[in-house]
């Protein structure tokens, strides 16, 4: 059957009903690709999978998320929406009001997004206004415009945001056949982190010492229940913009990974409760660690994605270097956003093209000494 969209694939355990009128650009159904070299190169025994959400239609989760809150925002009338965003959900956002045919503005902290990502949001045509300020101040303004004016805000303290998000965690146990051990991510505003552990909390028998892997049929079992057992999460900070590392909200923050440059997480409690449950933690890497690991990924594995999204991969090599996380584990990163988004991010810190005249001769020279 075609795939068309996280909702109608999961409607059972979606809000929706029949009635709801679905706006989707078939987000969703991303590969879980497993890492052929990395583990080798790292010295560890271990089978790691990139759930590359890159490949969702604008390029980042936040097209799960969005999916569902414009689906929502439209079947109760709305005829805009409003967010602020460090780039990704603008760029979200911006595409599915486009596709939903309704007014879209978007706060951005100025100069500090990824040139893909105003793009985006610029094409589709929202109303872009570039604060002279940060993220969590556009958070603030957001709340308070929503709450006067008739925009629905869509930042993932819109419960509908998190809903659509927790189907990563259906999709990586239908792909494993169960949840894996480890579960690593970046953490920014904090709420993929959360909607991750909400789609695993769902899919796991609460009875699984009682009976093992749930096919749904112990009357204990939610009707739902995939996995035997819900994986520790470990999220993962910019070094400068840690505010779960430090244990309170940071007024300042600062990494060259913009799109997690957020010192006041809005949803702080829920992530702190997924890293609990879990007995997981949080780790925080340096702008340095964070750029070796996206071109640790790109050059080893052939996937490209954003800073921010390596940042997960980042923390995870620190846990792999102390034993955290031990040999023998299954371990899914999520790479939360494609490397495209940020093209000057990425040309500073590879080596420039050979500027040759376009002369055979010339040309096989230089291919000769990089042989
Ligand atoms: N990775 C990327 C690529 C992101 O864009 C974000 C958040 C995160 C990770 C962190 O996810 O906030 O759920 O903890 N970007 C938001 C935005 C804030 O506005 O695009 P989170």
Request: contains cysteine; positive net charge.
């Given at each position: 059957m075609r795939y068309s969209g996280l909702i109608e694939k999961y409607r059972d355990r979606?809000?929706?009903?029949?009635a709801t009128p679905v706006i989707s650009i078939g987000e969703g159904n991303t590969p879980l690709i497993e890492l052929v070299n990395l583990p080798r190169i790292l010295g560890s025994e271990v089978r790691i999978y990139a759930k590359?959400?890159?490949?969702?239609p604008t390029g980042s989760f936040k097209d799960r998320g969005m999916t569902m809150a414009v689906t929502k925002a439209v079947e109760s009338g709305s005829k805009a929406i409003i967010c602020a965003s460090t780039g990704n959900t603008s760029a979200s956002a911006a595409a599915y009001a486009a596709r939903a045919g309704i007014g879209c503005f978007v706060l951005i902290p100025e100069g500090k997004i990824a040139l893909g990502k105003l793009a985006q949001a610029m094409m589709h045509g929202s109303t872009v206004i570039q604060i002279q300020g940060n993220f969590d101040d556009g958070m603030r303004l957001v709340q308070e415009l929503s709450a006067q004016m008739p925009v629905a805000l869509v930042n993932s303290v819109n419960p509908f945001r998190l809903q659509g998000q927790k189907t990563i965690a259906f999709e990586v146990i239908e792909a494993l056949g169960d949840a894996p051990d480890y579960h690593v991510l970046p953490v920014g505003n904090a709420g993929n982190i959360s909607a991750h552990w909400m789609g695993y909390s769902e899919s796991v028998c609460q009875q699984t010492e009682a009976c093992?892997?749930?096919?749904?049929?112990?009357?204990?079992?939610?009707?739902?229940a995939r996995a035997s057992k819900r994986p520790v999460m470990v999220g993962n900070q910019a070094a400068g913009s840690a505010p779960f590392l430090r244990g309170a909200m940071v007024d300042n923050p600062e990494t060259i990974?913009?799109?997690?440059?957020?010192?006041?997480?809005?949803s702080w409690s829920l992530a702190w409760a997924a890293v609990r449950e879990s007995g997981g933690w949080f780790n925080e890497c340096s702008d340095e660690e964070i750029l070796a690991s996206q071109a640790l990924l790109a050059r080893h594995e052939g996937i490209f994605c954003e800073p921010s999204s390596a940042t997960g991969f980042a923390g995870l090599i620190k846990d792999l270097k102390t034993g955290?996380?031990?040999?023998?584990s299954s371990i899914v990163c999520t790479?939360?956003?494609?490397?495209?988004?940020?093209p000057d991010t990425a040309i500073a810190q590879s080596s420039k093209p050979h500027v040759v005249a376009a002369e055979r001769d010339a040309i096989a020279a230089l291919i000769a000494r990089h042989l």
């Open positions: 979606l809000p929706v009903t029949d590359f959400e890159g490949l969702n093992g892997l749930c096919q749904g049929q112990c009357p204990y079992h939610p009707p739902l990974a913009t799109a997690i440059r957020i010192g006041h997480p809005m955290r996380i031990r040999n023998g790479l939360t956003g494609h490397g495209l988004k940020d």
